[in-house]
């Protein structure tokens, strides 16, 4: 089971993004899902997360960021609005699955994509 990211790039401020993970492989079932990002020199942070229950966002992306959710095809995305330079990280995709088969638990990241937004 692996996670596959897409949609990075370089962006001026004001523009838009959006950022796609898929999970692949013996997958029963998906449970919450997340981004989270990395700007150089700090530590990685949570930018969303959704589950059943809903979404939560941190404070610094909300009413710019909505992430949603694709369950038939274990995919979460993040729509990124109205991007400043202080955007600039490496995002990671986290989701957590269920295993088909051995019904275990697993978490799974991405590999990270670069999302740079010029001033």
């Known amino acids: 089971v692996q996670l596959v990211e897409s949609g990075g790039g370089l962006v001026q401020a004001g523009g838009s993004l959006r950022l796609s993970c898929g999970a692949s492989?013996?997958?029963?079932?998906?449970?919450?899902m997340g981004w989270y990002r990395q700007a150089p020199g700090s530590q990685r942070e949570l930018v969303a997360t959704?589950?059943?229950?809903?979404?939560n966002y941190a404070d610094s992306v909300k009413g710019r960021f909505t992430i949603s959710r694709d369950n038939a095809k274990n995919t979460v995305y993040l729509q990124m609005t109205n991007l400043k330079p202080e955007d600039t990280a490496v995002y990671y995709c986290?989701?957590?699955?269920?295993?088909?088969?051995?019904?275990?638990?697993?978490?799974?990241w991405g590999q990270g994509i670069l999302v740079t937004v010029s001033s």
């Open positions: 959704i589950t059943s229950g809903g979404t």
């Open positions: 492989g013996s997958i029963f079932s998906t449970n919450a």
């Open positions: 986290n989701i957590n699955v269920v295993v088909a088969g051995t019904y275990t638990y697993r978490e799974l």
